[in-house]
């Protein structure tokens, strides 16, 4: 008899957490627990170019509004763990989202969580700068250093990366290129003043892309490509991503 009431009560068991699955699967929007104290710090950067400016949301709390393309948002502190993020139209219901995601936050992390692509199909390019733990943010090991990194977010698919030029009308990489909608490693570079431009394969550079650029010793960076395949629309967000 007991062992029937046993069997009886673990089946009971199954039926009830199996109903809460369902019950679970019902739910659109989920609102994760959230860990006190054990935080990550995540920068948010707008590369949707055909996309108005949005409201950014982290499970039931706006973070930031009014985010236009090209734009990005200082390190923000976020609660580490699976959270929630909607991107609004800006003043627009959260019923409104043209993208929700579920997505893990490393704990004691630097990322960057860039939307990218068009309005109708945005993608999520998310990159951990550097962990906070102490035994991991020491500096570059020559203070004569810096470090860049390039994050293609470009639209229509082309590789590209970042060079600088160099006596009479040559060019040498910082960064090789790379496919769209992928990112390289920290290259280390000289700390240096430089006349930066888009790189494309074998070594060209769209000479429109051309900009000015004092990379600090010590300074770990990103840099952003996004726009179309059009020289005049292509752009380089330039981001500081750790200092000495």
């Not at 909607?86 to 704990?107: K, M």
């Not at 951990?128 to 020559?142: C, G, I, K, S």
């Amino acid at each position: 008899m007991q062992q029937k009431l046993l069997r009886k009560a673990g089946l009971l068991v199954i039926v009830l957490l199996a109903s809460g699955a369902m019950f679970n699967g019902c739910i659109d929007e989920p609102n994760p627990p959230v860990l006190d104290r054990i935080i990550s710090e995540v920068r948010f950067v707008h590369a949707v170019s055909d996309a108005p400016a949005v409201d950014i949301w982290v499970d039931d709390e706006k973070v930031l509004s009014g985010v236009s393309y090209k734009d990005n948002s200082d390190y923000l502190t976020i609660n580490s763990g699976n959270r929630f993020l909607r991107v609004v139209p800006a003043g627009a219901d959260t019923s409104q989202s043209v993208f929700r995601r579920l997505v893990s936050v490393r704990s004691l992390t630097k990322i960057t969580m860039a939307f990218f692509q068009n309005v109708d199909d945005i993608e999520l390019m998310s990159t951990q700068e550097r962990f906070t733990y102490a035994d991991e943010t020491t500096p570059l090991a020559d203070s004569s250093e810096a470090a860049l990194k390039v994050i293609n977010l470009n639209f229509d698919g082309i590789d590209y990366g970042i060079a600088k030029s160099v006596e009479g009308n040559n060019f040498e990489s910082l960064v090789d290129p790379v496919p769209a909608g992928w990112l390289s490693a920290y290259e280390i570079i000289p700390a240096q003043s430089a006349t930066c431009f888009i790189s494309r394969e074998g070594g060209t550079v769209i000479t429109a892309s051309q900009f000015d650029y004092d990379f600090q010793a010590g300074f770990r960076y990103s840099f952003i490509i996004v726009g179309t395949g059009e020289q005049e629309e292509l752009d380089v967000l330039r981001l500081t991503d750790d200092t000495p």
